[in-house]
């Protein structure tokens, strides 16, 4: 049995700032804002899996007022949601993601990203796409006033599910 699920986030760019997409730290004017990295891509992809699963959402998992996810590696979150889910008896086989932003250009860096995801998630990298779009100079992307990321994740039943993510 298979299950998708959709996860979308978004952050507020600011300066000061690291940029940090995928797991990858992008070199930029602007970094985004939140708790832990603020990286949005892997947020969405972590309430994909999330949702995939029926697990709840990353807010549940990892509350922004909890001081231990300040600063935090979202991969390294995201790697313990595979953990939660296998302990649920899923496994994750897919992941498609579109980052939606003005600039830079994400080209250089979505092999990387797609990389760094496929090994949180301990699929191989051809199991798993980013794709980037801009938003067309119009609404909080178009303005540079933050960056969006929307993803799905497929799982599948595994009895072993808990050993392959061990
Ligand atoms: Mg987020």
Do not use: Q, Y
Not at 75 to 101: F, I, K, N, Q, S
Not at 147 to 162: F, I, K, Q, W
Request: glycine share 12%; net charge negative.
């Amino acid at each position: 049995m298979s299950r998708t699920g959709i996860g979308w986030d978004s952050h507020r760019l600011a300066e000061g700032r690291p940029l940090v997409l995928g797991g990858v730290r992008i070199e930029h004017t602007h970094g985004l804002d939140g708790h832990s990295d603020a990286d949005v891509l892997t947020h969405a992809v972590t309430d994909a899996l999330l949702g995939a699963a029926c697990l709840g959402d990353i807010g549940e998992h990892f509350p922004d007022t909890d001081e231990r996810f300040r600063g935090a590696d979202s991969l390294a979150l995201l790697r313990e949601v595979v953990l939660r889910c296998a302990a649920a008896g899923w496994a994750p086989v897919h992941a498609d993601t579109t980052l939606v932003m003005e600039r830079p250009k994400l080209s250089p860096h979505k092999a990387a990203m797609a990389a760094n995801l496929a090994a949180a998630l301990g699929l191989a990298a051809d199991a798993v796409n980013v794709k980037a779009s801009t938003g067309e100079r119009i609404g909080f992307v178009g303005r540079e006033e933050g960056v969006a990321a929307l993803a799905t994740v497929t799982v599948e039943a595994r009895s072993d599910a808990g050993d392959r993510a061990g």
